[in-house]
């Protein structure tokens, strides 16, 4: 079975930092692009960054330059998004997504469209 699974979401206070996951069953993520979007109340999906397959080439929206940043473990069959100096705004529901063309475009990332598999989400609520 294909499935992706998120996870490392949590209630964190403003400045602090979380670590997310994503790892998969039936694939392997070293050969899929890997993009992480957030969704939070009455917003719509944004997305957070991206991680190309195999040249290396991440993108990350302006908000979150500079304090995210998108990691792989190929060992681990993992895709990482470290998020330090967390904002109030930061909070929403996470979910990292799969596509089968393998690059990101480093200025504008990949539509959500793009992508064929998606984690369920995980919650990050940054909050005193």
């Known amino acids: 079975q294909v499935q992706l699974v998120d996870s490392g979401g949590d209630l964190v206070q403003p400045g602090g930092s979380l670590r997310l996951s994503c790892t998969s069953s039936g694939f392997t993520l070293a050969y899929y692009a890997i993009g992480w979007f957030r969704q939070a109340p009455g917003k719509e999906r944004e997305g957070v960054s991206c991680s190309s397959s195999s040249n290396g080439k991440t993108y990350y929206t302006d908000s979150v330059k500079g304090r995210f940043s998108i990691s792989r473990d190929n060992a681990k069959n993992t895709v990482y998004l470290q998020m330090n100096s967390l904002k109030p705004e930061d909070t929403a529901v996470y979910y990292c997504?799969?596509?089968?063309?393998?690059?990101?475009?480093?200025?504008?990332?990949?539509?959500?469209?793009?992508?064929?598999?998606w984690g369920q989400g995980t919650q990050v609520t940054v909050s005193l």
């Open positions: 997504a799969a596509s089968t063309a393998g690059w990101c475009p480093t200025t504008t990332g990949k539509s959500a469209v793009e992508y064929s598999y």
